[in-house]
């Protein structure tokens, strides 16, 4: 028991969450050094050339948010850009959905930027310790939009367990001084894969950055299919598209999910998702911003 206890409490330091506990402090809370994207309202010249280049007409037909991007293009690039996302062979505790964001790209708006937001129903720990209800993990992507994927993501960056001591960050792509991708097939293509750990669900570019210590326990493992989530566009800061998870079709009983708790939750709220972290810092945070020059 003594022992059970200390992992707890080891568990809690090192990786920010209530292993004793369901609560633990938002990531805006653990870390000072996150940063926050508003995307300029104006649309960069360079930005309609893209869309151009996209076929998409008239941006502002479907612009919810307000970031002149239709939000069905949005919703088909962030599917389609998606990197081959490795669930751990072993995980069973995996109800998951995926809130995106997709702007601009503050450093070159021939860009986008687009931040994956992956939620948890659970995080399971290491046998019940250091679990907790709710759970949110981020990576994102710097695209190309005039290039197909997967050639057009041109780098990704994951950042797991951010703000605690167990912070690690991974970053892969084809822009300058970035270290090549892991790569698998998804729709007979070769995408990048990110790799998320088991039960603790820490995202990372590479599997030679996922410990199998005690920050993610069993480390990570290539899934013999990508996973195939589901997608909500959260819109912008300022604009927001969704402000109920459930009624946006994310944590609904229809899709498995159970937890009342987690219910009609707006991700753009001060609130955190269940136990984990604050949403709205994930979706602005520019940590996961990779420079377009490189990495």
């Known amino acids: 028991m003594r022992r059970a206890v200390a992992v707890a409490i080891a568990l809690s330091a090192l990786t920010g969450i209530g292993a004793v506990g369901r609560s633990r402090v938002s990531r805006a809370e653990a870390s000072s050094a996150r940063h926050r994207y508003h ?31 239709d939000d ?50 659970r995080d399971c720990g ?12 981020v990576f994102g992507e710097v695209i190309d939009p005039t290039v197909p994927a997967p050639a057009g993501i041109l780098a990704v960056r994951a950042i797991s367990h951010q703000g605690t001591t167990c912070e690690r960050v991974s970053t892969c792509g084809s822009l300058p001084k970035c270290e090549p991708c892991d790569t698998a097939v998804r729709a007979n293509r070769l995408y990048p894969v990110v790799y998320s750990s ?17 920050c993610d326990f069993h480390g990570c493992g290539l899934a013999s299919s990508p996973d195939e989530p589901t997608f909500v566009n959260a819109g912008e800061p300022d604009r927001p598209l969704v402000r109920d998870l459930t009624a946006g079709g994310l944590v609904t009983p229809a899709t498995g999910w159970s937890e009342q ?20 810092d994930d979706l602005e945070d520019e940590s996961f911003l990779v420079s377009p020059s490189g990495c």
């Open 261 to 280: 708790s987690l219910m009609h939750f707006d991700p753009w709220s001060e609130r955190n998702f269940g136990g984990a972290g604050n949403v709205t």
């Open 72 to 121: 069905a293009t949005e919703l088909a690039l962030a599917r389609d850009y998606f990197p081959y996302f490795s669930m751990d062979p072993r995980e069973d505790c995996s109800r998951h959905g995926v809130l995106f964001r997709l702007s601009p790209h503050p450093r070159d708006p021939a860009k986008l930027a687009i931040w994956y937001v992956v939620l948890y129903e």
């Open 126 to 137: 290491l046998r019940g310790l250091g679990s907790h209800v709710g759970d949110d993990e």
């Open 39 to 69: 995307v300029a309202t104006t649309l960069a010249p360079a930005t309609k050339q893209t869309l151009a280049a996209l076929g998409t007409g008239s941006a502002e037909a479907g612009d919810g948010d307000g970031d002149g991007i």
């Open 198 to 214: 088991f039960h603790k669900h820490g995202n990372y570019a590479s599997l030679a950055t996922c410990s199998a210590w005690l």
